[in-house]
């Protein structure tokens, strides 16, 4: 069993910053990937950054300059930086777990993130 516990979610003003935590436990032999996915309201859940065991990050254009996503391997646990936050980065941040071999793939339960103008 594989458990992933978000944290840092809430509310921000225009401008300002936050930081999501995603720390992941259980049965983990081997990770593929680590990422960040959001789901406004009426909305799809899109990528907003991942980041590959021994490969380059991703990142959605909407976040490029704005988030950093890091990782601690000796924790399991996958950061997302969100800095001059915007109205539009309001929504629930999902962090993924995908591990091998399979791949298999694993969410968090989520994180409110809400910036008011």
């Known amino acids: 069993q594989v458990q992933l516990v978000e944290s840092g979610g809430g509310l921000v003003q225009a401008g300002g910053s936050l930081r999501l935590s995603c720390a992941a436990s259980?049965?983990?032999?081997?990770?593929?990937?680590m990422g960040w996915y959001r789901q406004a309201p009426g909305k799809q859940r899109e990528l907003v950054a991942a980041i590959p065991t021994g490969g380059s990050t991703k990142y959605a254009d909407s976040v490029k300059g704005r988030f950093t996503i890091s990782r601690d391997n000796g924790k399991n646990t996958v950061y997302l930086q969100m800095n001059s936050l915007k109205p539009e980065d309001t929504a629930a941040y999902y962090c993924q777990l995908v591990l091998n071999p399979g791949p298999k793939y694993y969410w968090g339960q989520g994180t409110q993130v809400t910036v008011s103008s």
């Open positions: 259980g049965r983990i032999i081997s990770i593929n990937t």
